[in-house]
């Protein structure tokens, strides 16, 4: 019975620590949307001049925030209704600052120079929604694809 014991206690130790290995690992749903977001940029074929951005976004979004440069943490956070552990500030001209949401959720935070993302978006306001004009322009230089709002 004592080695039945040890042999069940080694093995639920076992799965709770597998079970708080993968907890800790698991990306934050906004990273990897990122990720797919970046995949979708970066894929849109050479002969596309236009793109609808409801086309590129591989996740569904019900509004879109574009910070400008310095824009405080706590302006962004009042902006976007709550407080999420990965938020830094944009320190210079040109970052990208992206927070789309769904739902009231974070679900895809897009951050730094267009130059080191290999991409870039550019709504020429501060909100999108999806229910308006979504065309942007795509612009492809030194590597980046930047997306204009048309």
């Not at 440069?69 to 999420?84: A, F, H, L, Q, R």
């Not at 830094?88 to 990208?96: D, Q």
Request: glycine letters at 4%; aromatic letters at 14%.
């Amino acid at each position: 019975m004592k080695i039945e014991n040890r042999v069940a206690m080694i093995v639920m130790c076992l799965l709770i620590i597998a079970a708080l290995i993968k907890f800790f690992d698991e990306e934050d749903i906004w990273d990897v949307n990122e990720k797919r977001l970046k995949e979708e940029i970066l894929s849109i074929d050479e002969s596309v001049d236009k793109v609808n951005l409801l086309d590129v976004t591989p996740f569904e979004w019900d509004v879109a925030y574009s910070f400008n440069p310095y824009t405080s943490i706590e302006d962004v956070y009042e902006t976007v209704g709550y407080k999420w552990d990965d938020m830094t500030e944009t320190v210079n001209e040109g970052m990208n600052q992206i927070v789309f949401m769904n739902n009231g959720q974070v679900i895809c935070y897009v951050y730094g120079y267009p130059e080191n993302n290999k991409y870039g978006i550019d709504f020429h306001t501060q909100m999108l929604t999806p229910d308006v004009q979504l065309t942007f322009k795509v612009d492809r230089s030194n590597g980046i694809n930047y997306l204009f709002r048309d």
